[in-house]
């Protein structure tokens, strides 16, 4: 019943969107500043890093939302302002200028910055681009999806219609982030919008729910942001009975909100910085779902793994040895590992131990650009997925010399 | 009064050791199987990995040194004998070799395997070079050291004098490991011998407490391998007085130790896969020692710092961003940040916040072979020390194919 439609944020009634070049980034080419406002105020919920040193606008934005309501989105990159005296001030101007440009109260403004952190970031580009970007507004999501990119190299947004109560109901995302990606609790920057009516307890509960399954089990580098925001903002125009308990529609909203998220998921590992290939770990038969959560994530996160993968070669060992030191509850002598993909399937290993199998096929398997690995510890009913990435020698090149 | 002597494992009174190529690895040129013997049954401690996939030749020597005491090793670089249905079988095997070919009880053998994970080990080509190998047993620990290299691009090998209870004392070791490294409890495959006269009782306290300061500090790609060993052999021919007590003898020798183990930690990291850097994470003024090891192996373990050291960026955001995901506790408002090498030192971070600081310099300081990131918390007395390498474009290469 989830259908994906076209439209990204927009897509949603009740929300436009554009995104400009204001200035922050040297490049002309690239776009650095984004907008997304809703029509009305609508309830909304975030989840942002667990790491210590937290961006500025994630301190604002936290004030922000704190009544459960806000009307607008403003993100710039190509600069993180974090770790800066003056990051919270900057951040809060930020806010003002939606409010000076918009007439949205700067008390109901979302703001998210990305980029580098540590450096200064002025106000003066944004308050040059303000024209510009509002009055561009409108069906721009995709602007607006490019505005937030940094080593990114595609956009990343979607929609989807799912039916609610009996109303058509409408979700949508953009994101981005391919580095410093080992999200906790969130991911680089995300912003969904629904029109779908539901209030700010259940929204926050759904959301809290929905990346424990989705975002927390994704991975680039196993290097958590300072900066990962994820927002929803739920405008309640598609007329539906307004969510208040965990419900039918509750759930379905739920699984909405899982499609839009863990295909978000899908597109960051799969972009990830010098990624050439989309690993997923599929993770079955695990004593507890934490069990689960930790083998898949561990398996993702393995360098040695990755560099494999990269190469295209079945070095399965490399995947006992990250279940090994998981810290997931594991019998070793019934772990079963598969490799497969487009071009089939190959296992690997049973009962803990090699078998025979062509290494042949398992080059064949591993040349294709997204790679399961199946991994089955028979020892329970419980599962989990994780998404990441190959390390490559982009990944390096990417990263040696970010700054310049 | 730690000195630096020649003799690696062989320094030590009542030590020989040797290494051949026995036909384990295809190319002749490189060595494969290593022995060390003792003149006499010696106190033995080890420490092995916490991954829960353990090789077999872990499970038999846990049994052989049970009693406290060991006379030999034996160790095959090649093939990691993990992950196979007759493991334990070759690894007995290789102990029943040792006491055919020179009397020592196969149950006085410490064994020991480094190479792929879950390809089938032939008892064969070890029963062929017993012959060359023990017919060569003397000074020959650089043979050892050789035998044991797998990645390795260079052998590493150390030894020490110093004075006990009135008597020259001597420590030596021998070591391999540069990827898979993130030891818990012990590195790849260590052997450390020494002539001190030691109870087994206190030569595993001062194990134990060493290898969290030292070869737990360590960190190559955060991966921890199925094969670590870490094993030391007193043999007591010094003539001190034995050591049964922690007093003041004891903590000499702990602080002998200590040298050859850190000493060992900054060769491991310094040939880390693909490394170009030695990098040494210093953090002081942690509120406790935890903290202090949380922070400094965070650091030491962030693959986006490790790739901006490689392009000498001095991109300090990296370091309070791992610091921020640590879980340590710590005051960001306090983090003062600073590089040191040969070429100099530049703080690049004061409270928390960037401090303006010359590229020019900054980039002379990164471009030496050794750095230092010395991470000042302020916030407590507490400090550690964590070793690792920066991230390559041949890590990549090494990993991507490794098995071929």
Chains 1, 2 share one sequence.
């Not at 590992?337 to 131990?353: H, Q």
Request: proline share 2%.
């Amino acid at each position: 019943m989830v259908k994906e439609i076209s439209g990204g944020v927009c897509a949603p009634k009740g929300f436009k969107a554009n995104g400009v070049h204001c200035g922050i980034r040297k490049n002309k080419i690239k776009k650095d500043l984004a907008l997304i406002v809703a029509e009305k105020r609508c309830a909304v919920a975030c989840v942002y890093t667990t790491n210590l040193v937290k961006g500025a606008p994630i301190l604002v934005t936290q004030k922000n939302v704190a009544d459960g309501y806000a009307q607008a989105v403003i993100v710039n990159s190509g600069n993180a302002n974090t770790c800066n005296a003056d990051g919270v001030e900057i951040a809060k101007g930020m806010c003002a200028l939606v409010e000076q440009y918009t007439g949205i109260a700067a008390g109901d403004v979302v703001v998210a910055s990305t980029g580098v952190i540590g450096q200064k970031l002025s106000l003066q580009p944004i308050a040059d681009g303000m024209t510009e970007l509002c009055a561009g507004l409108g069906e721009n999501s995709t602007a607006a999806a490019e505005a937030i990119m940094t080593t990114d190299t595609v956009k990343k947004e979607i929609s989807f219609s799912f039916p609610l109560g009996g109303k058509e109901c409408r979700i949508g995302a953009i994101c981005k982030g391919v580095g410093m990606i080992c999200p906790n609790m969130a991911t680089m920057l995300m912003f969904v919008t629904t029109d779908a009516a539901i209030s700010p307890d259940m929204l926050k509960r759904a959301l809290r729910a929905d990346v424990k399954e989705s975002l927390n089990m994704l991975s680039v580098d196993r290097d958590t942001s300072t900066n990962d925001t994820l927002c929803i903002m739920a405008s309640g125009l598609a007329g539906n009975e307004e969510i208040t308990y965990p419900n039918a529609d509750y759930k379905a909203f739920c699984k909405a909100l899982r499609a839009v998220t863990t295909a978000m998921c899908r597109c960051l590992a799969r972009d990830g910085e010098g990624a050439t290939k989309l690993l997923e770990c599929k993770v079955s038969g695990a004593k507890s779902k934490k069990d689960a959560r930790l083998a898949a994530k561990s398996v993702i996160n393995s360098n040695l793994l990755k560099a494999a993968m990269f190469g295209q070669d079945a070095n399965w060992g490399r995947v006992l040895c990250a279940l090994g030191y998981s810290g997931a509850k594991l019998d070793v002598t019934k772990i079963g590992v598969a490799f497969r993909s487009k071009a089939g399937g190959v296992t690997v290993c049973e009962n803990g131990m090699g078998v025979e199998f062509s290494e042949e096929v398992a080059k064949k398997v591993l040349s294709e650009q997204e790679i399961v690995i199946d991994v089955q510890l028979n020892d329970g009913r419980y599962g989990a997925t994780a998404w990441g990435c190959d390390l490559t020698y982009d990944y390096v090149k990417i990263n040696g010399d970010y700054r310049t």
